[in-house]
């Protein structure tokens, strides 16, 4: 069902919980089964959150930050993790002529950032067992797919049993591209052509780091 907000646009979801709500929906077929569900900070966690209420699953995160192209920052040209794992954009890198000291330079910029936001929102928790389980990564939607595509590589690292790419929305170029990363993608809405993230859902406000932590404290019912 689609929903027409006042500003005379069309949305697909309330809100991330509801997308996120629906989104277990797709993936009941994994209720209790051990599932380990990964949020991609921060607006990924809270359908995350709703993820793993939905089947019965342990939730934590997977922070991964989008490397900006220079000048353009909210041009993605490839993502880096906490750990250290990169996905680089190799085309978008050649067609911006992108100069390897600068790339270099924004990866370390982020890792350090996404170190530091991973130990805050852990609070001290130890990150959880990703070896040999069904390991769900997911975000509130998938424009470029880079975020996720370094969020999965990292996760591979630590060889979960299966491993799903999920998000309540995104475009079919690259959740296409994206297969290659995981065992399973699970997108159930692709919409043609595709614009923002924020354009499919009525609510769309920045999450804060409050609000993630709130929702991966062990007393959460997720």
Not at 30 to 56: C, D, F, K, T
Not at 113 to 135: F, M, N, S
């Amino acid at each position: 069902m689609w929903r027409r907000s006042g500003d005379g646009g069309w949305h697909r979801f309330l809100d991330r919980r509801e997308a996120g709500a629906r989104l277990a929906q797709d993936l009941a077929r994994y209720a209790s089964q051990n599932v380990l569900v990964l949020g991609i900070p921060r607006g990924g966690v809270v359908v995350a959150a709703e993820v793993a209420r939905g089947l019965n699953a342990e939730l934590d995160v997977v922070v991964a930050r989008k490397l900006g192209a220079p000048h353009q920052p909210e041009l993605a040209i490839g993502a880096v993790t906490a750990d250290g794992v990169r996905y680089l954009d190799e085309e978008a890198v050649r067609a911006l002529a992108v100069p390897p000291d600068y790339i270099e330079r924004i990866t370390a910029i982020e890792q350090a950032e996404a170190r530091r936001r991973e130990e805050r929102y852990r609070d001290g928790r130890p990150p959880p067992r990703i070896e040999g389980r069904i390991v769900i990564v997911v975000d509130d939607g998938l424009a470029t797919g880079a975020t996720a595509r370094a969020a999965a590589r990292s996760v591979r690292r630590r060889t979960p049993a299966w491993l799903i790419i999920a998000a309540p929305v995104g475009a079919q170029q690259s959740v296409e591209a994206l297969a290659e990363e995981a065992d399973e993608i699970v997108c159930p809405y692709m919409p043609e052509p595709f614009y923002a993230v924020g354009l499919y859902y009525v609510e769309f406000s920045p999450v804060s780091d409050e609000e993630v932590e709130a929702l991966l404290r062990p007393s959460h019912p997720a």
